[in-house]
């Protein structure tokens, strides 16, 4: 991956039809990306499964599986785990992964999603949240489908990270103020318009409390060491272990 911008995990969840093709087109392009990208493959998937920890036995809802690897790795560490995307054309790219008896279903973050109260130890929800404007019934639902003492682990993008691309782009930025803002993707030969949402800190705080969780880890973790030796161009001008990209939340369900 060239450039230091975001790749996410996962995929639109706001219930738009346009958005969730827009994934279909570049399904194929963007799973071959994400297998080795610097931000995926090298940062965002191995500090959520550090977060995630000892997951054998535990019921995980991949919320936004996309292509499923994170899905993959954690059922290879013994988890038992459930995924769930709105882009039908990635959940196909998932489903030649991980095989036909894989739980794979489509939905939308932004709905009612289709599991009974207390139905997972942990959901995680990785790199997506940043696709929805209004977070309160996401975060409502996912409560609801957690056990009491249930975890919501969280990637997202920095919001610092968000400002500061603007600030590099001679854009005036606003860090205080929840705004929508496009990104055009070209994968595989094929292109599509993405849309995100950026949020002050002190908003995603209020909105996790709001829906009845409790903050217990707020990590802006390293990337794995290897990811220098593979990517020598994006860290030559790096020399610490942490370069301002994503914000990851562990939450625990009251």
């Known amino acids: 991956m060239a450039r230091m911008t975001t790749m996410p995990e996962n995929h639109i969840e706001t219930g738009h039809s346009t958005e969730h093709n827009a994934y279909d ?6 799973t071959a990306e994400n297998e080795t990208s610097l931000l995926n493959a090298y940062y965002e998937r191995p500090a959520m499964l550090e977060l995630a920890g000892d997951v054998t036995g535990r019921r995980i809802l991949d919320a936004g599986c996309g292509s499923g690897p994170l899905f993959a790795e954690l059922r290879d560490r013994g988890a038992v785990v ?15 992964r991980l095989g036909a008896d894989a739980d794979l279903r489509v939905a939308d973050l932004a709905g009612p999603l289709p599991f009974p109260d207390d139905t997972f130890d942990d959901v995680i929800a990785s790199l997506v949240l940043h696709y929805l404007e209004d977070w309160g019934p996401t975060l ?12 919501l682990l969280i990637s997202i993008d920095h919001p610092f990270s968000v400002v500061l691309f603007q600030h590099m ?14 990104e055009e993707w070209t994968m595989g030969g094929q292109t599509a318009q993405l849309s995100f949402w950026n949020r002050p800190l002190h908003a995603m705080t209020e909105a996790f409390t709001a829906a009845g969780f409790r903050i217990s880890v707020i990590s802006e973790p390293p990337f794995v060491p ?15 272990t942490r370069f301002l990209c994503f914000l990851f939340f562990v939450l625990e369900a009251g």
């Not at 290897?226 to 610490?240: K, M, S, W």
């Open 140 to 151: 409502a639902e996912l409560r609801r489908v957690l056990r009491p003492g249930g975890r």
């Open 169 to 182: 782009a001679g854009k005036k930025p606003q860090y205080f103020e929840t705004r929508n803002r496009i």
């Open 82 to 96: 459930t995924g769930i995307d709105a882009s039908a054309g990635i959940l196909e790219k998932a489903r030649q």
């Open 226 to 240: 290897e990811a220098r030796e593979v990517f020598p161009e994006e860290f030559r001008e790096i020399t610490g």
């Open 25 to 30: 087109v570049i399904a194929e392009g963007y």
